[in-house]
């Protein structure tokens, strides 16, 4: 099975390279759900991967529903035309309507800004099908859209509960576009998710660094957060996917 790595840094691009995955989906601010990589990160995580594995950045200007205003699309059409200029294998985006369907005239704008930048450009479109009515149906609309793959747990909170729905995805799919399962994986879905038909799988690998405990030894009061907790790419999580995906 393919393994794509979510990556928030350099270090996580050069994590998931040296352990074997295929791509790493790039973004930022992960706590937020990711959002569009600066062209910076784009440049180092290139340097990073050194030609080692595919990259496909997050293009989500805000935080927040899957809902976006004309000037949102337009920001994100840009985000893509830059992205891709880099050197993006492809991207993944996803809009929505207010009634939660595929926002098929936005979708189709980025779509087509990202085939006119690079005609070869991979098209991936992300967890937002899984606020979908209904995911297996959708999956019919991102073909016609001409999306290469698509991101979802089933429409369930996580991967293992929406193993019924992934493989009605993958049985519409019919082999003309790539179901990936991703959200709440767990290594031990990967055996089940691949007796279902799927061949990719998408994890974050993440875990939390902090330097306040050496600091403090405690938060100053139950449930503060942490302002310097960040996340890096666990290396020994992406190993033992790269693992269980073989």
Request: with cysteine; aromatic share 2%.
């Amino acid at each position: 099975m393919k393994l794509e790595i979510v990556a928030v840094g350099a270090q996580g691009a050069v994590v998931a390279a040296e352990e074997g995955a295929d791509r790493i989906e790039l973004c930022s601010a992960l706590e937020l759900g990711g959002l569009t990589p600066s062209q910076g990160l784009m440049d180092a995580a290139q340097e990073a991967a050194a030609g080692r594995l595919e990259i496909h950045p997050l293009i989500r200007s805000r935080p927040g529903d899957f809902i976006y205003s004309d000037t949102d699309v337009d920001t994100m059409e840009r985000e893509i035309r830059f992205l891709l200029a880099q050197g993006a294998h492809g991207v993944v985006i996803g809009v929505l309507t207010a009634a939660g369907d595929i926002d098929v005239r936005a979708t189709r704008k980025l779509a087509a800004a990202a085939l006119e930048a690079n005609p070869d450009a991979h098209l991936t479109f992300h967890r937002a099908i899984d606020q979908t009515p209904d995911p297996a149906a959708a999956v019919e609309q991102l073909v016609e859209l001409g999306f290469t793959r698509v991101l979802s747990s089933g429409g369930a909170p996580t991967v293992g509960a929406g193993l019924t729905t992934l493989e009605r995805m993958v049985q519409r799919a019919a082999g003309r576009i790539e179901v990936m399962a991703g959200g709440g994986l767990v290594l031990n879905d990967i055996p089940a998710l691949h007796a279902a038909g799927l061949s990719a799988v998408h994890l974050s690998a993440k875990t939390t660094v902090s330097t306040w405990k050496s600091r403090t030894g405690s938060l100053e009061a139950p449930g503060q957060q942490d302002p310097t907790a960040y996340m890096v790419t666990n290396r020994d999580v992406v190993r033992a996917a790269r693992a269980a995906s073989r």
